[in-house]
Structures are given as C-alpha cells and as structure tokens.
C-alpha cells in the first residue's frame, strides 16, 4: 500500500504545481495587459481621479489709434486666493492680535479691502480645501495694499497668482467704439467683440491636484512640452483703427460739455473723413468706462452713433436738393413761392417760425431752411424718386462699417405714402436714420458725388509684420455728377456764411452745413413727443476742399432745442480746435485780428499794459519756454511757430495749464501741450 500512497501524494505535488503555474502565468499575463498593453489608458484614468485640469488665456492682441497710440492692452494683474489649509497658527503669532484664530484675523484684516462681510469670509476660510479664490483680477494698487498687511501681519495661506486683464488706456474715450471683454475674455461689444476670434489669446492647460471633494490643491502636477509651449505669451494680430486720438480727445471733450449744458437725453458725434470713409473721431452719450463696464447702465453701452434710428429733419433737405438738381426740377436760382405754411390734403405744414418771405430762389430754401419750399420739390419728385435716391445715398440699409449695431434705419413703402408722407419726408420727417448714414450721404455731397463705404479698421498687423487686412476706400456708387455736389456745396456753404447755420462759422475757414431740428417720435410709436427735439447740424471743412465731415446730434436737449443753438455752436468749436492743432490754415484773413491786433484788445479788456511772453533761445540750441497762461490758442501758436515747435491744444478760451511747466527748455520740434479754458 505505501507504494501507492507514493505515488498518489507525487501526483497531488504535481497537480499543485501545475495550478500554481496556472495562476502564476494569469497573474502575469493581467499585469502585462494592466501595466503594459492598456499602461496608456489606466494611466489616463489614474491622472483623471487625481488632478484637475483649468484653462487660462493667454493675453489679448492690442489696439490702436491710426498713428500706433494704445487703446486696449492686455497687462499681468493679480489674483488673490487662499489656501485655508495653511492658515494655521504654527508660531503662536494671533494671540498678539487678540483673534481666535489665523481664518478669523485673516478675515477681519481682508474683508475692508475686498469689500466683503468679515463674517462671510470666515466661513468661507472655514469650508475646508486648500484652494478658495478671494478677487481676481486686482488693480495694482489693490495687490500692493493686500501684500503689505500680508506682510506685515505674517499671514498665512494667502498667495496671488498672475492673470491676464484687459486695460483700456484712455478710459471712456471711444468706448462704444472699442467695446469691452467679460471675465472669460470674450468680447463682448466693440471691435472687442467683432474680432474676438482674432485678439483671443489660446488657452493655456494647466493641471493641478485635487482632494477627494474634487477642490483644487495648490501646486501644478504635470507639465507636458506642449502645455509649456502654450504657456508662452502668445504672439497675436494687432488692430490699427482709423480714429485719431487728438481728434477724438477734442471731440469727447466737447460732448462732455454739450451733455451738462443742454442736459439733454444723448448725444453721438462723428467726423469723417469725406473723401476716403475713414472715421477720425466717434463719440456716443450717455458713456462709460469699459474697465468696470459692469458698473454703468446698459443704455450707456449703446453705441448711437451706428445705432441711434431718428428722423433727421432739416438735415435731409440737402439730399432732396440734390435729387431735384439731379432729375433737373430745380436749379438754385428756381424761383420758390414762399408764404410761410403750405397745405397738403389735410395736413398744414408750417416753416420754423411761420413766416413767409415771399417768392425766393432755390438757393434761399436751402440758406433758410424754408419747409414750404422743400414739400413743393418733394410734391414734384414723388414718393417714387424720393424714395428711390434715399436708396441710393445709403439709407434704408446698414453702412457696412465694422461695428456691432450697424442700423438700417427706416423707409416706408412709396406704395403706401400718401400725399402728407411726402411732403414730410421732404422735410426729413416720416424717415429714420443714423448718424452715421446721416453723415455718409453729406460726404457725397462734399466729395463730389461718390458713396463711400465708412470703415474704422486701418489695418491688422501680425506678429511677424504681416499685414492682414488694410481697410482702404471703397466707392459703394456714384449718387449724383460732380456739378451737383458743387451747386449744394455752395448752397450749404450760404447756409453758415449768411444764412441759419452762422453758429458754426469760423472765421478764416470756408464752412459748409445744415441745421436740423426735427421732432421725436413718441415711445409708443404713435405721433410725436410734446415738447421733444433731435437737435443736429452736419457740415464739411473747408468748403470747397473739404478735409473733415462732422455730424452732431443731440437727443432732447433741455432749454433752447434748435440744432442752430445748440448744435451748431458744438461743430464750429471743436473744429476750430482740430483745424489749427493740425495746421490747415485759413483761407482768408479779411476779418482777422491781427496778433499785435489782439495783443491790443487784450491790454484793452485788462485796462492795464500787459506784455506777451517771449521764448528765449538757449546757448546750446534749445528753447525756454515762457508761462503761456491766459494767452489764446492763436496767440500761442503765434509764439510757437517761428520756433519750430508744435502745439497740442486741449478745450477752447485761454491757456490754464501747460506741459512742459514754463522754464522748461526744450529742442525745436517739440509738442508743446496747453490746456485752454
């Protein structure tokens, strides 16, 4: 028998082993498919239970002004989180602040700053992760008032991480214009928002550790080349715009102005310039500033410029004027009767002040805005040709110019105009523009015919130089012939030199324009607003080779409401300023006070001697400069030029203020800034 038992006790051996081999070779045939066939896909779930990853954007592409002055910026600024886990009196240092605790001190000390309720805080600091962010995107001065108490206080747990922030160099100017970006860096408004695609930043991967409740940890954990090569500032496109930030200075200036003394509702301004479709200067109000945009109504996002649909009134009668020029109706010296009203079946329609002058030529219609001569014309077009040139000088339809909000404004149906629609339509009632549209077709008339299409993007420029894009002029139609536009431009001229739009008269300069006065629509839509006005004076400079188109309009002003009033006065002053800080000089003196001649009435109005300060010529080729205070803009260009110096002039009266201070001396060529008031 124990043979047997042998034998049976090598087979149990044997059978052992061979199970054992079994299990073994399983064993590791399921590490190699775990550890080496499916390594890349465990992996993949190992890194996924562990970290967490967040995306950061890189900075933002720049924009500018047409001569390379930043608008929009992109800049480093600090985030301050908190690591709660760490705030921890390891030292003992609290007691010396009477606090219970690191969270309790950190609390109170950071709550003033970040406009937090101390005790919020403290519950925030006590909800356990190590990760907890406090307020990004701090302004400098904030991260260094923080850092101090940091510092000072030996605090804890609290860390600023850097971040990219849009900054928008010159606050509120061309807001609307430039827009503004979110928090995720989207753009939101503006050319910001219209090439978003272009100025974005790539996002850069980050990955990070997390706790079992998925909080982020602090620290980064994996680090591929990919993701370091996404780490480094992006190289991005940089958009050149067409405004001029002298010009828009100037015009920003002036609205801020007109808005406090007509209180009216808004306002926008624009020039142009009439022969190329650039926009020099854009400006809309109510505005903001776009870096705490958040903090301003939305109405004041609203770019009116672009947007703003209002009947134009007396500032469309020199495109009707041109239609009746054109289909050869009228000449300037047709023959108008004038009895101050005229009836159209059953609606009376008056001039501005109800009187009549009698039997007047074309010309005088024009020079003196007269409603009765106007509905005459647009009897005679019809509904049909009044209707059909409005196409074609560009309303009824966006202008094509690279902005958000572009509007089409309004053209009714000639089939369903009657008689009274007409005759108001000629008049600029009953028909909805923008501004902008408004100021387009006035370019026609002062360039010599051509529509031109308006464009704010001079150029986008690549990294490497490239130039992407290159805004250029763009001739959408030819809408009337040269001896047209020249017959207007002469009329419109009579309108500032004798006639309703003195106001915008500058002395030395052949000025072209038209006043405009028209009513408001009521909210509802239905009739016009009692007592409500769309005051508005558009107008070219010089007349006869015009360099700048402006259009001013203000939405309800309070008080005196007639664009001659209120309007006119705003064109002539801020282009008085721009013609001479860009030295286009006048083209006729006759009227002029000389500079002795004005040194004279000076002394006069002091009734006392006063001398002009004198420049002095340094040894070493430089120039002193003098204390330009209480002398005029002419004055000062005066004493500037024969020096070879230029002038950068800042509002209207007498200088104030200048840089550099008086004693200064300076090299020729050198832009002398004075601020006039």
Request: net charge positive; with cysteine; hydrophobic share 35%.
């Amino acid at each position: 028998m124990k043979p047997f038992a042998f034998w049976d006790s090598k087979r149990r051996f044997t059978a052992l082993c061979i199970c054992m081999a079994i299990v073994v070779s399983f064993v590791l045939l399921r590490l190699i498919w775990l550890q080496v066939v499916n390594a890349a896909k465990y992996k993949e779930m190992t890194k996924y239970q562990l970290t967490l990853d967040y995306k950061r954007g890189t900075p933002r592409g720049r924009i500018m002004d047409r001569d390379g002055e930043e608008l929009a910026v992109s800049i480093m600024t600090g985030s301050l989180y908190a690591d709660p886990e760490k705030m921890v009196d390891s030292e003992g240092r609290i007691k010396e602040h009477g606090a219970r605790d690191v969270r309790r001190l950190c609390a109170n000390l950071l709550a003033p700053l970040l406009k937090r309720d101390p005790e919020k805080l403290y519950k925030d600091f006590c909800g356990g992760g190590n990760y907890l962010w406090l307020k990004r995107y701090m302004d400098p001065k904030e991260v260094a008032q923080i850092q101090k108490i940091i510092d000072d206080n030996d605090l804890p747990g609290l860390h600023f991480e850097q971040e990219s922030k849009r900054y928008y160099t010159k606050k509120r100017a061309a807001a609307q214009v430039i827009g503004y970006v979110g928090t995720d860096d989207k753009g939101l408004a503006g050319i910001e928002h219209v090439y978003d695609d272009l100025l974005k930043g790539k996002k850069t991967l980050y990955s990070c550790l997390k706790d079992a409740n998925g909080k982020r940890l602090v620290g980064l954990l994996f680090n591929e080349p990919a993701q370091d090569l996404q780490r480094q500032q992006e190289q991005l496109p940089t958009i050149y715009l067409t405004l001029d930030s002298k010009i828009q200075y100037v015009l920003e200036d002036a609205m801020d102005d007109a808005m406090k003394r007509t209180k009216a509702q808004g306002a926008a301004a624009i020039i142009m310039d009439p022969y190329t479709g650039e926009i020099l200067g854009m400006v809309s109000r109510p505005t903001f500033d776009p870096n705490n945009f958040g903090k301003y109504s939305p109405d004041s996002w609203k770019n009116r410029a672009v947007s703003l649909v209002y009947e134009p009134g007396s500032v469309f009668k020199p495109i009707v004027g041109c239609m009746g020029l054109t289909e050869g109706i009228i000449t300037p010296d047709t023959l108008i009767q004038d009895n101050g009203h005229i009836k159209i079946a059953d609606r009376t329609i008056y001039n501005w002040d109800g009187e009549g002058l009698g039997t007047v030529p074309f010309s005088t219609v024009i020079k003196f805005s007269i409603n009765t001569g106007m509905v005459q014309l647009g009897m005679q077009l019809g509904a049909e040709k009044l209707t059909s040139y409005a196409k074609k000088f560009g309303f009824g339809s966006p202008t094509g110019i690279e902005l958000p909000g572009d509007e089409n404004g309004i053209l009714y149906n000639p089939k369903n105009m009657y008689e009274p629609d007409i005759a108001t339509m000629a008049i600029g009632q009953g028909i909805g523009v923008t501004p902008l549209q408004e100021l387009r077709a006035i370019c026609a008339i002062a360039n010599g015919g051509e529509l031109l299409q308006p464009y704010i993007v001079k150029k986008i420029v690549a990294a490497d130089g490239t130039v992407i894009k290159e805004g250029k002029k763009t001739v959408v139609r030819n809408v009337i012939t040269e001896q047209v536009a020249r017959q207007m431009r002469e009329m419109m001229e009579m309108v500032v030199s004798d006639g309703g739009g003195k106001t915008a008269s500058i002395k030395g300069y052949r000025i072209a324009g038209k006043t405009g006065t028209a009513e408001k629509r009521a909210e509802n839509g239905v009739g016009y607003a009692a007592g409500q006005y769309i005051a508005s004076f558009v107008g070219f400079v010089p007349a006869d080779k015009p360099r700048y188109a402006m259009i001013v309009m203000l939405d309800t002003p309070k008080g005196a409401f007639y664009g001659s009033q209120v309007s006119a006065p705003i064109f002539r002053d801020t282009l008085q300023q721009i013609l001479v800080a860009k030295g286009i000089q006048p083209v006729y003196s006759k009227g002029l006070p000389s500079f002795e001649e004005l040194n004279t009435v000076s002394q006069k109005a002091d009734n006392k001697p006063k001398q002009l300060p004198v420049l002095q010529r340094m040894p070493d080729g430089k120039i002193k400069l003098p204390d330009f205070k209480g002398l005029d803009m002419r004055n000062t260009i005066d004493l500037l030029e024969p020096y070879k110096l230029r002038l950068k002039p800042y509002g209207s009266g007498h200088a104030w203020q200048q840089k550099p201070p008086p004693g200064s001396e300076v090299l020729e060529n050198t832009t002398v800034e004075v601020w006039f008031n």
